[in-house]
């Protein structure tokens, strides 16, 4: 079929394979421009398919020669209606893994059932026997808690009063007034449940009782701060109640891991276009301006470039770098004050008709349709494709 995007709001309904496949072929190839890591060589990747877990699987596979196996939830192909790009991504993933003689598996199911926890740690028991790295990179908008069967949605609201500011519809590029009424205790508890550390806690445990954690294990979440324009929705909004549990979860995890000689982090990673960041209010307008100062001060990254980094720099080397709250900084370049401060002073003046030429909104777009395999360099769209791809190693 051809396919093309069809996009509602924040989100687009179709994916291209080609695209995907590209979008995959180009940050292995990014990886092994930066040569080896002496880094993990048993990893497994919760939420695989996209953004930073794809990110850190090509980096664990492709850097440092390790077996992956990845978790998702992402919806299949079915004829005439393409796959979620976490599915394309994941089968190009496996394709080039097994061409470079790499053991990759997948499991497609909620990670926070006991049923997809049960069934890797299955898989591993039998195939991979133990694991030196664990990423947890979920993004998800509800949860259903596995004793209760209660489901949680989390919302993103803030904390101190009503907030009102700018925010851009990045289709359009038209920037208009938001305001967003503060969210109350209940809205904090559905939020933490589904985006804190529980869940991680849970996988860590479940994985230790299985013995199927190597001795030096590590584990990873990943985390987000932001800039002060942002901060109200975001760091003190429910999410950032959220991350601040996550990030409370990493020092009981190293508690828990202290017999194996292990050690859990949480990364504070770049704001990034993925399906997750582009739900969040105001966060495209500040992408889209970030973008800019940054791509000016030629320090851009993408989710690639900043795991790549993570492991290099921060991770696989003799001391891991963390901040007073014992945070591993990779969003040290978005965070410079200077960039900070450039930032401040576009946003003061951004509006609908200078936002094209004072912000990178372009960028915005084109990574937004990346996401989905559309708009890659080099893919004929006009081309018929076929929407039938199957997973390999999926189990
Ligand atoms: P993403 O949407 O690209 O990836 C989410 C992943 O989770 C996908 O692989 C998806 O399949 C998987 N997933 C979702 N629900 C699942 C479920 N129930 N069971 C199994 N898998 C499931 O998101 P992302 O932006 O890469 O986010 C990953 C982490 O990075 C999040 O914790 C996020 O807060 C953090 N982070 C994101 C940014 C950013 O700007 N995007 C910045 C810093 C930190
Ligand atoms: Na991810």
């Known amino acids: 079929m051809i396919i093309e995007p069809r996009t509602r709001g924040f989100i687009c309904l179709t ?17 092994q421009s930066k040569g ?30 390790a077996a992956t196996i990845g978790v998702f939830l992402e919806k299949p192909p079915s004829e005439g209606r393409p796959a979620s790009p976490g599915w394309y991504n994941s089968a190009y993933f496996e394709e080039q893994a097994h061409k470079a ?17 049960d069934q890797t740690i299955k898989l591993i028991k039998e195939e991979l026997k133990e694991i030196d790295l664990v990423i947890y990179s979920l993004a998800s908008p509800v949860r259903t808690h596995p004793d209760s069967g209660e ?7 803030p904390l ?60 990873v979440a990943y985390s987000y701060i932001g800039s002060e324009l942002t901060e109200a929705v975001y760091r003190k909004g429910t999410i950032g109640k959220a991350k601040d549990d996550l990030e409370a979860t990493a020092f009981s995890i190293t508690d828990s891991l202290e017999k194996l000689n292990g050690k859990a982090y949480v990364s504070v990673n770049k704001a990034l276009v993925t399906q997750a960041s582009s739900a969040i209010p105001v966060i495209p307008l500040y992408i889209s301006l970030l973008y800019k100062v940054m791509k000016e001060k030629n320090i851009h990254e993408g989710c690639i470039e900043q795991i790549q980094r993570l492991f290099s720099d921060r991770l696989y080397t003799s001391t891991t ?5 014992g945070r591993i900084r990779i969003d040290d370049w978005e965070m410079r004050e200077d960039v900070q401060a450039e930032v401040a002073e576009l946003w003061k003046k951004v509006t609908t008709e200078t936002l094209p030429k004072l912000g990178d909104l372009e960028g915005y777009n084109k990574d937004f349709f990346n996401l989905f395999g559309f708009k890659v360099a080099g893919i004929d769209y006009d081309k018929e494709v076929n929407e039938m791809v199957q997973i390999p190693g999926l189990q």
């Open 15 to 31: 994916a291209h394979p080609k695209g995907c496949e590209q979008n995959v072929i180009d940050q292995i190839e990014y990886v």
């Open 321 to 325: 770098e963390i901040d007073d709250e």
């Open 36 to 65: 080896n890591i002496d880094g993990p060589k048993k990893v497994l990747v919760i939420g695989a398919s996209t953004g930073f877990g794809l990110a850190s699987r090509i980096t664990s596979a492709f850097g440092s020669d």
């Open 151 to 157: 489901r949680f949605k989390s919302v993103l609201k």
């Open 160 to 219: 101190e009063g009503t907030f009102r500011n700018n925010t851009v519809d990045f289709h359009t590029g038209k920037i208009s007034e938001i305001s967003i009424e503060p969210g109350n205790e209940e809205d904090i508890k559905n939020t933490v449940t589904v985006m804190g550390g529980e869940d991680w806690k849970m996988w860590m445990d479940a994985l230790q009782k299985a013995n199927v954690l190597a001795e030096g294990c590590k584990t």
């Open 101 to 117: 003689g790499l053991y990759a598996k997948s499991i497609n199911g909620d990670a926070f059932s006991h049923a997809i926890k």
